[in-house]
């Protein structure tokens, strides 16, 4: 089997899967975990585009998605009006402090010569900003929480459309990649994970702790939408028509709709990214990447910056993470920062592109589909098995009911066997690049 051939049949059979779902479980089901599937993709895509053009492991995929979700609720929720009267300008204070202190610092650094002088002067200035920034920074946020707490207690944001959120959030991303970048991409890859992990857990705490801004563990939900909702539509006499057509109930047609709406737009960036990606990767921009990813030496050797295109490519990719973030944010209609754990779902988005395959963008894509499929599926797939092998047992048995109880364990264990089976018989993934 040739590998076009492969990569149909491939995509064939994950359409049959989701089809199948629709069939034996629900469709709303079905057109669910296919958006998740997308956006799993275009995560697995970002990262792909680090790992399998550069080699560069980056283990800090959820700090710059929880920055995507951070930008849908920067640009899309109203501004809190009496929150920004009550700190707002306290904040914008400390902001420029903070700014004028980073670029005094840095101004510093470049025109005096190296020595006690310098040393001293970088101190006095980062010690004087940041007692200064305190002293407009923490009143204001106390100011700011104190506003109806239980409901708001933050700034809010822009009031914009939340489709803006997707360009800001791969902006946001993008943005922090590169300054983690200018400080880690010299080290080797093992500190390069430790490092980006370690940034992943800063961020992710941040968005937890600062009340102000994101609401912190009391969460921002009722997100604007991008497509209509189901009360909405249910009540329109143009589409209780249409489902009276296709013999559905208003009710379910309308969730169906919804889906479908978020599955175009969601489709839509796909095939943009990889668009780009792919004239990325086959243009002499990819094939100085791979280069430099096969033998750093050799290439720094022809004169290739490796340090700068390390950088360029770990914002890309980052920067795609982003738009992935925002997105799902967008999905789910409201920003939880405490669902981000870097750990667990890193490790997933991981194994999507190693299964599918690094270096290969639609292996990437291949990935993000199957292993949030199987992700999802794994625990009610597990469920039954459990229920078949203990059918002959009494209902009381404990063994059964220990059965049952564990089908829940079937997803990592899933995980580690898809991933076993596939490094075992496919090491370079699925749809392998070329």
Partial sequence: ????????????????????????????????????????????????????????????????????????????????????QAGGFGIFIALVLISLTIAGAILIYKRLPAGKARNFSMIGVIVIGYFLTRYFFFPAVDAIEAVDSARTGYLGGLGLPIIFSWVVGGVFAAAVAWVVGKIALGLRSDYLAIATLGISEIIIAVLKNEDWMTRGVKNVSGLPRPVPYEIDLQQTLWFQDWASYLGMSPVDFSSVFVKLCYAGLFTVVLLILLWFSERALHSP??????????????????????????????????????????MLTTLDGQFTPASYQPLRFTFIVWVMVIVGGSGNNLGAILGGFLIWFVWVEAEPFGLWLMDVLSSGMAEDSDLRKHLLNSAAHMRLMTMGLILLLVLRFSPRGLIPEK
Avoid at 10 to 18: D, E, P, V
Avoid at 44 to 53: A, D, E, K, R, T
Avoid at 293 to 311: P, Q, V, W, Y
Wanted: proline share 2%; aromatic share 8%.
């Fill in 1 to 84: 089997m040739n590998s076009s051939t492969r990569t149909i049949a491939l995509f064939t059979a994950m359409a049959a899967a989701l089809v199948a779902v629709g069939v034996f479980q629900s469709w709303p089901l079905a057109l669910a975990i296919l958006n998740l599937c997308l956006i799993s993709a275009i995560m697995s895509l970002g990262v792909n585009i680090q790992w399998g053009y550069a080699g560069l492991f980056n283990v800090g995929v959820m700090g710059f998605t929880a920055l995507g979700g951070l930008a849908g609720v920067l640009i899309s929720v109203p501004p809190v009006t009496e929150a920004l």
């Fill in 285 to 326: 921009w990819g094939r100085m990447m791979r280069a430099i990813r096969d033998n750093e030496l050799s290439s720094a050797a022809m004169g290739k910056n490796i340090k700068g295109r390390h950088l360029q490519v770990f914002v890309l990719g980052s920067a795609v993470i982003g738009i992935a973030g925002a």
